[in-house]
């Protein structure tokens, strides 16, 4: 049983992206507008109870678990997840409530056996033959905040339930938190198989998806690229509600997602954030990517640095940029974490960058896709050495959103995901002259002079 913490960081951009589930958007846009036509009751914050709630998602481990969510039912509130409502049902145990956010049809199947008493809330982009197939049973109706969602139901004036779009098991802790409750216990959070079993039940809508194999911690798991991304940010996805509405939420199943938090929330220190990307590295498609070979002239030009000036390219990886600035006449430093991310031979220093003692004391300085990667609690720390160790200026380009390849090693790689406003007060309060050359909502780029 793990307990989950929220996190520090107050920022989730990155988390609410426009992204649609399993469908066209046309396709999903069409089931909303059908839907939210209907005039059913809409999911509204209900006063907080104390019954505790078990939240029951499809993962191998629930059947390990049968007996005590039985046991437990007598004294809690039961919440099945897409194919779980089903399965338990089969068991002999009754959902209070259900809740599917798939906007295929063939999830008809998770409620040809309705139970009378159960309130089935569904996602407005759930395929229609599902309300119909509900018609005389209890239905709440929510809206995931998607773009296609907020297209489709513009004028009706529905609110919107403002929770991270993905899979139903993350939506499933913002339902529960506006139905009343605040303790939870989930169970089938696995995010992983265990050999020749998906889920603890048939799922054929989801049988030939392909799947990937993650090491963590020591351990293997086999698992879909959709459930391992969404294990990746699990911990910050649910970290609103959990603050917002003071929730006590409690872990009882085990595989990926369980290894993930246990990663997440423990102490980000050098050796760990060395560990991990010494891991990373060893990625042949992680190492193939070089964006800041596409800002090194830009960031020449940006800060008018005269030729054989010295520079630091803080957190260079492979190297290219480093030679690059090397082979155009600066004195040029690499400086990185691990070691066996260097492909080129350029003056290098090893050290994490909120290492003051150890940068190299320089002219200039250039970072890209870099400071998202910091530990929040570092990220302070680190602004403060870099300025220290540039005498005149800096260029610093920065992602707002969330990594892609963390999840083939089973952790984060951008630790403090922020959007372009907040990193500038935190600049305005390090450096003398902040200029924000480019926003948007995937990256901030910043001209930084003492």
């Given at each position: 049983?793990?307990?989950?913490?929220?996190?520090?960081?107050?920022?989730?951009?990155?988390?609410?992206?426009?992204?649609?589930?399993?469908?066209?958007?046309?396709?999903?846009?069409?089931?909303?507008?059908?839907?939210?036509?209907?005039?059913?009751?809409?999911?509204?914050?209900?006063?907080?109870?104390?019954?505790?709630?078990?939240?029951?998602?499809?993962?191998?481990?629930?059947?390990?678990?049968?007996?005590?969510?039985?046991?437990?039912?007598?004294?809690?509130?039961?919440?099945?997840?897409?194919?779980?409502?089903?399965?338990?049902?089969?068991?002999?145990?009754?959902?209070?409530?259900?809740?599917?956010?798939?906007?295929?049809?063939?999830?008809?199947?998770?409620?040809?056996?309705?139970?009378?008493?159960?309130?089935?809330?569904?996602?407005?982009?759930?395929?229609?033959?599902?309300?119909?197939?509900?018609?005389?049973?209890?239905?709440?109706?929510?809206?995931?905040?998607?773009?296609?969602?907020?297209?489709?139901?513009?004028?009706?004036?529905?609110?919107?339930?403002?929770?991270?779009?993905?899979?139903?098991?993350?939506?499933?802790?913002?339902?529960?938190a506006a139905l009343g409750y605040r303790t939870l216990m989930l169970f089938g959070y696995d995010f992983s198989e265990r050999p020749n079993q998906r889920y603890a039940f048939d799922q054929p809508l989801n049988a030939d998806t392909q799947t990937i194999d993650i090491t963590l911690n020591g351990n293997t798991y086999r698992t879909t690229l959709t459930m391992a991304r969404a294990a990746q940010q699990f911990s910050r996805a649910v970290s609103p509600v959990i603050r917002g509405c003071s929730l006590d939420v409690r872990m009882f199943s085990e595989g990926l997602l369980t290894d993930m938090l246990k990663t997440a929330l423990a102490k980000h220190d050098e050796d760990s954030e060395r560990a991990k990307y010494e891991q990373i590295w060893g990625v042949d498609a992680y190492r193939s990517v070089s964006p800041a070979l596409n800002y090194v002239q830009s960031a020449v030009n940006l800060l008018n640095i005269p030729t054989a000036s010295s520079i630091a390219d803080f957190g260079c990886g492979t190297g290219r940029s480093t030679k690059w600035f090397k082979t155009h006449g600066l004195q040029a430093t690499g400086v990185d974490i691990s070691s066996n991310s260097l492909e080129e031979e350029v003056p290098f220093v090893q050290c994490a960058l909120w290492d003051a003692d150890k940068l190299p004391q320089v002219d200039y300085g250039f970072s890209v896709d870099v400071l998202e990667h910091i530990p929040t609690e570092k990220v302070r720390d680190t602004l403060q050495a870099i300025h220290d160790a540039v005498r005149v200026a800096c260029y610093l380009n920065i992602d707002t959103v969330d990594d892609a390849f963390g999840v083939m090693i089973g952790q984060p790689l951008h630790l403090t995901v922020m959007p372009a406003e907040q990193w500038e007060r935190l600049l305005k309060e390090i450096w003398r002259e902040v200029t924000t050359i480019e926003s948007n909502d995937k990256q901030a780029i910043f001209v930084c002079r003492k």
């Open positions: 049983m793990v307990a989950l913490e929220a996190p520090v960081d107050e920022s989730l951009p990155g988390l609410f992206f426009p992204h649609e589930v399993n469908n066209t958007r046309d396709a999903i846009v069409s089931n909303i507008k059908r839907n939210a036509a209907r005039g059913l009751p809409e999911l509204k914050e209900h006063e907080a109870c104390s019954t505790p709630l078990l939240i029951v998602a499809g993962g191998p481990s629930v059947r390990d678990n049968l007996e005590v969510i039985r046991a437990m039912k007598a004294d809690c509130h039961v919440m099945a997840v897409n194919g779980a409502y089903r399965f338990l049902r089969e068991h002999g145990i009754e959902s209070d409530h259900f809740v599917l956010l798939d906007s295929r049809p063939g999830n008809i199947t998770h409620v040809e056996d309705p139970g009378e008493d159960t309130n089935h809330c569904l996602a407005s982009q759930v395929h229609p033959d599902l309300f119909e197939r509900l018609r005389d049973h209890k239905v709440t109706i929510f809206h995931p905040g998607t773009e296609a969602t907020m297209e489709a139901v513009e004028t009706l004036g529905q609110d919107f339930l403002t929770a991270p779009i993905g899979i139903a098991s993350i939506h499933a802790v913002y339902v529960a």
